[in-house]
């Protein structure tokens, strides 16, 4: 049996919503009494991922918020998970298991073990994601972009 924690963190861009975030809130909701869900800021995620959302952070905010599973929703802004902490006082933070192992969940890990915070990892939703879904969206685009050739559908001739 799982251990249950009082408020579960659940950080996340959350961009392009799909059922591997809803997933992931899910599976957290049932390892917690609260839940609170913190969407990362348009500005973070430049900063830290070197792009911009394709779903703007209020909209992100917004999608986040509807759902009934998640008690609490912020917008992280600021630098370090441990700042959060600071103001919420999560007793765990929940990840995707593709953090497990890696130098960014075992930085995780450091800072949250000396303030008795959790780091619980879920397993991952292997087929979808926002940068497979972003991918997708560029390749579109770029095939939508009529050659220096292609005539407007306006003005072909018969």
């Not at 839940?35 to 905010?61: M, N, Q, W, Y």
């Amino acid at each position: 049996m799982s251990v249950m924690h009082r408020v579960g963190y659940v950080p996340g861009v959350y961009d392009l919503f799909h059922v591997g975030h809803l997933n992931l809130l899910r599976q957290a909701r049932q390892h917690c009494e609260i839940l609170v869900a913190g969407v990362v800021s348009d500005e973070i995620v430049r900063e830290r991922k070197g792009f911009t959302p394709v779903v703007p952070e209020h909209e992100r905010l917004e999608i986040v918020s509807a759902l009934e599973l998640v008690d609490q929703v912020i917008l992280e802004a600021v630098q370090s998970k441990t700042e959060v902490w600071e103001s919420i006082r999560f007793d765990a933070i929940f990840k995707g298991d593709d953090w497990q192992g890696t130098p960014a969940g075992d930085a995780l890990e450091a800072a949250f073990a000396p303030l008795g915070v959790a780091i619980v990892y879920l397993p991952y939703t292997l087929h979808t994601s926002s940068t497979a879904l972003r991918r997708a969206l560029d390749i579109l685009d770029r095939s939508a972009v009529p050659s220096a050739n292609q005539q407007p559908i306006a003005q072909v001739t018969p």
